[in-house]
Structure formats: C-alpha cells, structure tokens
C-alpha cells in the first residue's frame, strides 16, 4: 500500500502570510498512463472535504489562485501565498492510483 | 445541479447490519468510479471501497474485506455500500466519492454509529 505522509503536523500562520504544507509517498505517483493522481482536500469543523488540487497542480472551479500544488514523483507541495480566515481548518493530500491513500492531514490555524 | 447524496446511516448494535445509499444527480453517472471513504469522530480520512463505472471490478480495504459489499445501479443512478458484522471502529462518517482522472466530487456524508 501507498502511505501518504504530510508535513508540518500543525501550521499557526499570520493572516496575509504565506503557508506550505509537504506531502511525500512512499513510492512514486506517477500512472501508467504518464499522469500523476496526486491531490489536496481541504476540510473545515462538520464540513465534507472540499477538493482544491487535482493532478498535483490543476485548481477545482471556484478554488481562489492563491492555493497552488507543486511536486513530482514521491514529493509535492501545497501552497498557500496569503493566507485569509476562511483557509483555517485541515488540509489532506490523497493519492489515487486504484484505491485511495490519504495523508494523515495539516491543521492550519491563525496565529 | 451536480451532486452525491448518502442516506441510510444511524445507529446499529455490534455485530449488526446497515446499508448505505448514495444517490448521483446531474452527471452521467455510469461514467464514474465510485469510492467509499469513511472518517472516524475526530480522525481523518481512510479508504473503504471502490466499484468501477460498469460494477465489474470491486476492490475493499482489508478491514471491511469479507463484511463489506459495494454495488451500483446504474439505471437508477444509486451507489451501495451493505455493511454487514458491523463493529465499534466501523464508527465514522461515511462519504461517497465520484472519480474521474484525479478528479473527486464528494457527497455531505451519513454518519454511521455501531454502539451497544
């Protein structure tokens, strides 16, 4: 099985400052078919997971463009270049090659 | 308007049985992928099971391998999750997810207790 492991574990930032969450699988990303199911969720106190990042960097519809996903093979990055109120809550990477692996997640919260 | 709706969660003694029912709108659903992921209180996010778009290939994670069974109706645009032997850390909030390259639609969840 593909294990998902996130970086920092908690992340205190100051609104209008930048935060970055790391992700890195035990084995590479990379498909079959050349693409890499790597994506971000982002997730808020009783609140489904929201999808914000699909194949490592396309952004959902509706998803601010302060959010950007970066990375190849085992190591990737999600980053945001502002941050405001509304990002607060637990960020998750996932893979998807057959079955679904996420990583154990990144609290962020405001300072 | 696109969208995944769960039903069918509640409260059910150990050892019991609870089906779940996930109900697609505003896409070609026959098309999809579909997952079950769950999400214990206070935990994150672990895989269940996954159907292919046709139903002809399933695939369970080894803790609900043997008890648990997905199917779909692709005629009525309904995914399903029989959750049978139910046990204490079965206990969660269970999600439906539509796949498509990379791509996940999720649904709001229906919350499934297993307690005596």
């Known amino acids: 099985d593909i294990v998902m492991t996130q970086t920092p574990l908690s992340s205190p930032v100051t609104l209008g400052q930048p935060a970055s969450i790391s992700c890195t699988s035990s084995?590479?990303?990379?498909?079959?078919?050349?693409?890499?199911?790597l994506s971000w969720l982002h997730q808020r106190p009783g609140q489904p997971p929201r999808p914000l990042i699909y194949?490592?960097?396309k952004r959902f519809s509706g998803v601010p463009d302060r959010f950007s996903g970066s990375g190849a093979g085992t190591d990737f990055t999600l980053k945001i270049s502002r941050v405001e109120a509304e990002d607060v809550g637990i960020y998750y990477c996932?893979?998807?090659?057959?079955?679904?692996?996420f990583g154990g997640g990144t609290k962020v919260e405001i300072k | 308007e696109v969208q995944l709706v769960e039903s069918g969660g509640g409260l059910v003694q150990p050892g019991g049985s609870l089906r779940l029912s996930c109900t697609a709108s505003?896409?070609?659903?026959?098309?999809?992928?579909m997952h079950w992921v769950r999400q214990a209180p206070g935990k994150g996010l672990v895989w269940v099971s996954r159907?292919?778009?046709?139903?002809?290939?399933?695939i369970y994670a080894d803790s609900v391998m043997g008890r648990f069974t997905v199917s779909r109706d692709n005629a009525k645009n309904t995914l399903d999750l029989q959750m049978n032997s139910l046990r204490v850390e079965d206990t969660g909030i269970y999600y439906c997810?539509?796949?498509?390259?990379?791509?996940?639609?999720w649904g709001q969840g229906t919350l499934v207790t297993v307690s005596s």
């Open positions: 997810v539509r796949d498509w390259y990379g791509e996940h639609l």
């Open positions: 505003g896409f070609t659903f026959s098309s999809y992928s």
């Open positions: 159907i292919r778009h046709d139903g002809g290939s399933t």
């Open positions: 084995q590479s990303l990379v498909h079959s078919d050349g693409n890499t199911y």
């Open positions: 194949q490592i960097s």
């Open positions: 996932m893979q998807d090659t057959l079955a679904l692996t």
